[in-house]
């Protein structure tokens, strides 16, 4: 009997650095001489990220337009059974949405047609540690789905951030997942034995057991998804001062927007708002088109499309 394929989950928060440490994870199993493929999930309708990870040679199925916890639960069981036939595959990688659901991907990884062909190895949540404190309260559904469903807490971007801040985190976090182990180092200095730390786990997740019962409806708390492709060009000053006004509430409250936009010299900028965060940086990744996705609450599509066209 084949042995099952193990999955690895990494969770997180709408721009927590999921895509990034995917990136890094990747290239760690490949150096490896591991063969993998990645499950990238978008709530928007354009696929922003699996952009990124296809331009590092990466054999990436993304699934858009949804949750794969609800959703696009069929989409995802189609996606593995395709992939159960290769042979060849050592591991796979599913970034869900930052909106997902872990018991309803539980319960869908338990689908006749592929329970005996995948089994989930390790549940990695990601906790952005510039945005959590602000974000905690008002998307705690979220947070705490995330963290008691982990195998391992790893925190993002904690480069700039004061010794102290990052142990008051630690501090919440140890109260909603008592028994998780939290890792804080920075992920520029992330070593082999450190992926092998957080990805091979000798615990299943958390509450990981096939459930007989029904979740109620996944309605992501009223948050949507709004994709739009644009026209105008941008000077990098320019589209920092959009994508400001963003994230100050001008255009509904949007805590996270992806895309590329036309640069005013050459080619596309990729830009990543997470919260306040804004990078913006030119795109090395095969785009031909500028497109963008919005996720968030109350978005005036109207507006943002005029903005970028």
């Not at 858009?64 to 595959?89: H, P, Y």
């Amino acid at each position: 009997m084949k042995k099952p394929i193990p999955i690895d989950l990494i969770s997180g928060f709408l721009g927590a650095g999921k895509t990034t440490l995917i990136s890094k994870y990747a290239a760690h199993l490949i150096k490896n001489k591991r063969k993998i493929a990645i499950i990238e999930n978008e709530f928007g309708e354009t696929g922003i990220d699996g952009v990124l990870l296809k331009e590092e040679g990466l054999t990436v199925a993304e699934i858009t337009n949804g949750c794969i916890c609800c959703s696009m639960q069929g989409d995802l069981i189609e996606v593995l059974e395709g992939f159960a036939q290769n042979t060849s595959l050592d591991r796979i990688i599913i970034e869900p949405t930052g909106l997902f659901i872990f018991e309803e991907i539980s319960d869908t990884l338990q689908a006749s047609s592929i329970r005996n062909d995948f089994t989930l190895s390790s549940v990695v949540t990601i906790i952005d540690s510039i945005s959590f404190m602000a974000q905690r309260h008002k998307y705690s559904m979220f947070f705490e789905q995330q963290l008691q469903h982990a195998n391992k807490i790893l925190l993002s971007k904690t480069e700039n951030l004061d010794r102290l801040d990052i142990l008051d985190i630690m501090d919440i976090l140890s109260k909603v997942a008592p028994h998780i182990e939290i890792f804080t180092k920075n992920w520029n200095t992330l070593t082999l034995d450190d992926y092998d730390f957080l990805f091979n786990s000798n615990e299943p997740p958390p509450q990981h057991k096939q459930h007989l019962h029904k979740h109620p409806a996944h309605t992501h708390n009223g948050f949507e998804g709004v994709a739009i492709s644009g026209s105008k060009n941008f000077s990098k000053k320019d589209l920092f001062r959009v994508l400001k006004d963003i994230t100050h509430g001008t255009y509904g409250d949007i805590p996270r927007a992806k895309g590329f936009a036309y640069d005013s010299h050459d080619g596309f900028w990729y830009f990543s708002v997470a919260e306040k965060q804004i990078d913006i940086a030119h795109a090395s990744a095969n785009t031909d088109c500028a497109k963008m996705n919005f996720i968030g609450m109350d978005i005036n599509k109207n507006s943002i499309e005029k903005l970028f066209n």
